[in-house]
């Protein structure tokens, strides 16, 4: 296979970079992502550690990180069939950008929420 070697530009309508932006900026592709940091989880695990998510969305999103190559499913040849996901070396990579983005919202949710609050009020009085 040949490596492709030019440099994306997000800003560039029709580069591939965008797609990738667009998967790995999507909600529960970070929140998979990030729980994924800790270890391989099986499915059943992964919906607990995210809570909200259903199993149709779950099972959606890590096939796209499957198939984009961000996750590592692995099945094991036992009965019950056992099927852990982990996090590829492409996936890992992806990881430290992804604590700094999860970080900044751990820190700052309190401000985000307070300028909707006074945004709101703003457009309830005008």
Same mark, same amino acid.
């Given at each position: 296979?040949?490596?492709?070697?030019?440099?994306?530009?997000?800003?560039?309508?029709?580069?591939?970079?965008?797609?990738?932006?667009?998967?790995?900026?999507?909600?529960?592709?970070?929140?998979?992502?990030?729980?994924?940091?800790?270890?391989?989880?099986?499915?059943?695990?992964?919906?607990?550690?995210?809570?909200?998510?259903?199993?149709?969305? %779950? +099972? @959606?999103?890590?096939? /796209?990180?499957?198939?984009?190559?961000? =996750?590592? *499913?692995?099945? !094991?040849?036992?009965?019950?069939?056992?099927?852990?996901?982990?996090?590829?070396?492409?996936?890992?990579?992806?990881?430290?950008?992804?604590?700094? %983005? +999860? @970080?900044?919202?751990? /820190?700052?949710?309190?401000?985000?929420? =307070?300028? *909707?609050?006074? !945004?709101?009020?703003?457009?309830?009085?005008?």
């Amino acid at each position: 296979m040949e490596r492709i070697k030019q440099k994306g530009d997000v800003s560039a309508v029709g580069c591939p970079s965008r797609e990738v932006l667009n998967l790995i900026a999507d909600k529960w592709a970070v929140l998979i992502i990030y729980s994924l940091n800790k270890g391989s989880l099986r499915h059943n695990e992964l919906a607990r550690a995210l809570g909200d998510i259903s199993q149709k969305v %779950l +099972t @959606q999103n890590l096939r /796209k990180l499957e198939q984009n190559g961000i =996750v590592i *499913r692995t099945v !094991y040849p036992v009965v019950p069939p056992k099927v852990e996901y982990t996090l590829s070396p492409l996936g890992q990579n992806l990881t430290e950008v992804l604590s700094m %983005l +999860t @970080q900044w919202a751990e /820190k700052n949710f309190a401000r985000v929420l =307070v300028a *909707r609050e006074r !945004y709101t009020k703003e457009r309830q009085v005008a």
